[in-house]
């Protein structure tokens, strides 16, 4: 089922979600109102909108929401059902509570008057709108009747469950615009009234509870009375019963004991023996301890100067031919080298340069671009010098390395020319190791 939904709203003045022009149509109705709940069909030509016009008349002020649902070529014949698919919509987004809430004394009101800045919630609402709609109106769809009114003409009905589906085809025939209030029997204001029972439903339920917690308190000390008042009588039973043959027991119980203090002491004597010869033992352990310390120690040592030669130490794995401008006395140009090459990240470039040109004129640039990137710029010089650029690679990645020399339209000085000797890659022998063992891990 094809068909446009739309948001509106008057709190501080007229908004409305997607932006249309039918802003204008819902100020027209909205201004016609004549309860607190109302749906007008309006139709022009083929298209029929449905508008649910809500007031909700808060602190005094008559505050509207609303909610159109256009359709084209067709039109809803039950009434009740879209009555029924608007208030559930309402009820829904009033109870997740991001453009309207339901405040304590059950009344619905707006939270947030800009449905623009409320994308997230929108795309709920219209998600929620076509799932209810293709649940509860698709058997509903009617062709429009072919008679067409030219001059707008406006009724208001009031509707109820024996409004027939034949008298809805006829207002067609003849009104542009039906203004559809419902009967005081047929639940206006459904939402308000359910939502006001629950409330209150609510707060009987919370005195309920209370009573019932003080109640339970009270009970718990009743019990618990009890139970002391029976264990007390249970124990000085067992008491009473048991103190005779209790003494008896303990007398004979002294008398094992005395002979258990004197195997005791036997046991003491030959402890204090072992605890001589244990004394002996630890004081030798501790020599051996120290000693194995100390070649803990000076090995820690050793393998901390090796990890430090392998983190420091670099070998070569990839090496690129010399280069040399070729522009010499030639204004306004430019000689380059473009290198192409996949690297590491903590590979070492390692790049001998020189250039021998007018200072401040004609220069020597090298650059780097990885894939993807931007154009990064590492050595830019004139005159007459010359060194080693080393630059440190951070991610793994193809690259670009562009030397240039490039010349402007002013005096050629000194030799004229640029250009990189013989070039590596270099890579931490600690890392060729790593990536050794990825490869042959036994």
Not at 34 to 46: F, H, L, Y
Not at 177 to 206: K, S
Not at 337 to 356: G, K, Q, R
Request: glycine share 6%; aromatic share 12%; proline share 2%.
């Amino acid at each position: 089922m094809n068909f446009d939904f739309y948001l509106l709203g008057t709190p501080d003045g007229y908004d409305q979600y997607p932006l249309d022009d039918k802003v204008d149509l819902f100020r027209s109705f909205h201004d016609d109102v004549k309860s607190d709940t109302q749906m007008t069909v309006w139709r022009n030509a083929e298209l029929v909108y449905y508008v649910y016009t809500r007031n909700l008349r808060t602190a005094g002020k008559n505050q509207y929401f609303g909610m159109v649902i256009a359709i084209n070529g067709l039109y809803l014949s039950h009434i009740g059902n879209v009555f029924s698919v608007f208030e559930q919509l309402c009820s829904n987004i009033a109870l997740r509570g991001r453009i309207l809430k339901i405040d304590k004394t059950g009344k619905i009101q707006f939270v947030h008057s800009r449905f623009v800045d409320t994308p997230d919630e929108i795309e709920i609402t219209i998600r929620d709108c076509r799932e209810l709609v293709e649940t509860n109106l698709r058997n509903d769809l009617r062709h429009l009747p072919v008679e067409y009114v030219v001059q707008r003409r406006a009724i208001t009905v009031s509707f109820d469950e024996e409004f027939a589906e034949s008298k809805l085809n006829g207002l067609l025939k003849e009104y542009t615009c039906i203004h559809f209030t419902r009967a005081e029997n047929e639940g206006a204001g459904y939402i308000d009234m359910v939502v006001t029972r629950l409330y209150e439903e609510n707060r009987n339920l919370q005195k309920q509870y209370k009573l019932l917690n003080r109640q339970k308190k009270q009970m718990k000390w009743v019990v618990l009375l009890l139970l002391l008042i029976l264990a007390g009588g249970i124990v000085f039973y067992l008491f009473a019963r048991d103190t005779n043959h209790l003494i008896q027991t303990k007398s004979d119980q002294i008398s094992e004991l005395n002979d258990t203090i004197d195997d005791k002491d036997n046991q003491i004597s030959s402890l204090n023996n072992n605890i001589y010869q244990l004394k002996g033992d630890t004081l030798n352990l501790g020599n051996l301890l120290r000693q194995k310390t100390n070649q803990l120690k000076e090995v820690t040592r050793k393998m901390s100067d090796i990890n430090n030669y392998l983190n420091n130490t670099f070998s070569a794995y990839m090496y690129f031919n010399s280069w040399k401008s070729t522009n010499y006395g030639q204004a306004y140009s430019t000689s380059q080298m473009i290198y192409t090459f996949y690297a590491y990240a903590n590979d070492e470039l390692n790049i001998p340069y020189y250039v021998s040109s007018e200072s401040g004129c004609d220069y020597l640039k090298i650059s780097l671009k990885r894939n993807g990137g931007t154009v990064q710029d590492l050595l830019k010089e004139s005159g007459v010098e010359s060194g080693t650029l080393k630059y440190t690679f951070y991610a793994n990645d193809s690259y670009q390395l562009i030397v240039s020399y490039s010349k402007d339209g002013s005096y050629d000085r000194n030799n004229d020319n640029a250009g990189v000797n013989l070039f590596y890659i270099y890579r931490p022998i600690i890392n060729k190791l790593r990536r050794m063992s990825e490869y042959y891990p036994d």
